[in-house]
Nanobody, 124 residues
Framework: QVQLVESGGGLVQAGDSLRLSCAAS????????MGWFRQAPGKEREFVAA???????YYADSVKGRFTISRDNVKNTVYLQMNSLKPEDTAVYYC??????????????????WGQGTQVTVSS
């Protein structure tokens, strides 16, 4: 059974940093893309960042230059380092993993497996 478990969320002030982790079990995703999405109250889930096998990374414009996605294939874990956090970054952050889909990297429909989400709250 495949599981993705996020951790690292919390309540921080604007300008602070957080690092989210997503540990996968039940399957190795080293050859697949893994991504982060977020959903704020009353809004649709939106793409944040993704990483393909190797070091190909992709970011939403809203987080480019502030967030960094990385992966440790030995630990089967993907990370999201979030710096210079803003109140508008407040959301539930979800980790996702695909299994070779050809859909766009920022499309939620690409990803087959999802974590349960971790809350990030940034106060002003």
């Amino acid at each position: 059974q495949v599981q993705l478990v996020e951790s690292g969320g919390g309540l921080v002030q604007a300008g602070d940093s957080l690092r989210l982790s997503c540990a996968a079990s039940g399957r190795t995703f080293s050859s697949d893309a893994m991504g982060w999405f977020r959903q704020a109250p009353g809004k649709e889930r939106e793409f944040v960042a993704a990483i393909k096998s190797g070091t190909f990374t992709y970011y939403a414009d809203s987080v480019k230059g502030r967030f960094t996605i990385s992966r440790d294939n030995v630990k089967n874990t993907v990370y999201l380092q979030m710096n210079s956090l803003k109140p508008e970054d407040t959301a539930v952050y979800y980790c996702a993993a695909d299994i070779g889909s050809t859909l766009g990297i920022a499309s939620a429909r690409r990803y087959r497996y999802w974590g349960q989400g971790t809350q990030v709250t940034v106060s002003s």
